[in-house]
């Protein structure tokens, strides 16, 4: 057993659990977990958006109309015409909550993690799509 292994199984001992994720290992952490029937190594997905408005260096966008204008016109009407359905059709609500003020409210994280997941699947069962797709030659199906 590796001395990072080791490691890992002491701290999982000492916090009382029974498994662990590490995100993003290097190449000498990833293969220095020698015990492959323990250890699964699984690929993951990070999305970032940063608000920065390539269009004005790089100056952030001040408004979410100011974003929009980074849009055609006509992807712009439907993006507005989307959100005003959901808030109207739907009854949505939307709040903005900082850091530390999302514990303050009983649930938040586990819905926030749920619509997560919901987003990894949905793309995750895109990707597997792609391969029973068959191509299309001249545009046509």
């Not at 590796?2 to 952490?29: A, D, I, W, Y």
């Not at 993951?44 to 260096?57: A, D, E, G, R």
């Not at 649930?107 to 997560?116: A, P, S, T």
């Amino acid at each position: 057993s590796s001395s990072l292994q080791n490691q890992v199984k002491s701290m999982l001992e000492n916090f009382q659990t029974n498994g662990h994720h590490h995100h993003r290992p290097s190449v000498g952490q990833s293969s220095s977990y020698e015990d492959k029937d323990t250890y699964l190594r699984r690929a993951s997905l990070q999305y970032q958006w940063k608000n920065q408005n390539t269009m004005n260096n790089n100056q952030p966008y001040r408004s979410f109309d100011d974003y929009l204008q980074c849009f055609k016109s006509k992807r712009r009407i439907k993006i507005k015409r989307e959100r005003s359905k959901v808030l109207k059709d739907e009854h949505v609500r939307i709040d903005v909550v900082k850091g530390q003020d999302i514990l303050k409210h009983d649930g938040l994280v586990e819905r926030m993690f749920e619509i997560y997941r919901s987003t990894i699947d949905n793309h995750k069962m895109i990707l597997e799509s792609l391969g029973t797709t068959t191509p299309t030659t001249n545009g046509s199906s």
